[in-house]
Nanobody, 122 residues
Framework: QVQLVESGGGLVQPGGSLRLSCAAS????????MNWYRQAPGKERELVAA????????TVADSVKGRFTISRDNAKNRVYLQMNSLKPEDTAVYYC???????????????WGQGTQVTVSS
């Protein structure tokens, strides 16, 4: 079955860095656009970054532009979120999500991982 497992979260000081990883299984990972979302306490879940199926194009939210980078390794079935210059307002649970496939909506489309907590605090 479709599985997305995030890792790499933790406690980091302001200005620090973390690299999140999302391991995918149960579907043809390389065919899917992948997203990173986050949800802070009391706030709605928001899209942080997205990457096309074969890594050709990426987008990041304005709030993290210049600090976060999304990438993927289709050979390893993983998508990453490199987070630099972290701020307290980046504190949230971070989720990866499988989006559309190259064929449109696929069996994995809309699947979420369980999330990984990122806390930015001194």
């Amino acid at each position: 079955q479709v599985q997305l497992v995030e890792s790499g979260g933790g406690l980091v000081q302001p200005g620090g860095s973390l690299r999140l990883s999302c391991a995918a299984s149960g579907f043809t990972f390389s065919s899917y656009d992948m997203n990173w979302y986050r949800q802070a306490p009391g706030k709605e879940r928001e899209l942080v970054a997205a990457i096309a199926s074969f890594g050709g194009s990426t987008t990041v939210a304005d709030s993290v532009k210049g600090r976060f980078t999304i990438s993927r390794d289709n050979a390893k079935n993983r998508v990453y979120l490199q987070m630099n210059s972290l701020k307290p307002e980046d504190t949230a649970v971070y989720y990866c999500k499988a989006d559309r496939s190259i064929y449109g909506l696929g069996s994995a489309s809309g699947s979420w991982g369980q999330g990984t907590q990122v806390t930015v605090s001194s």
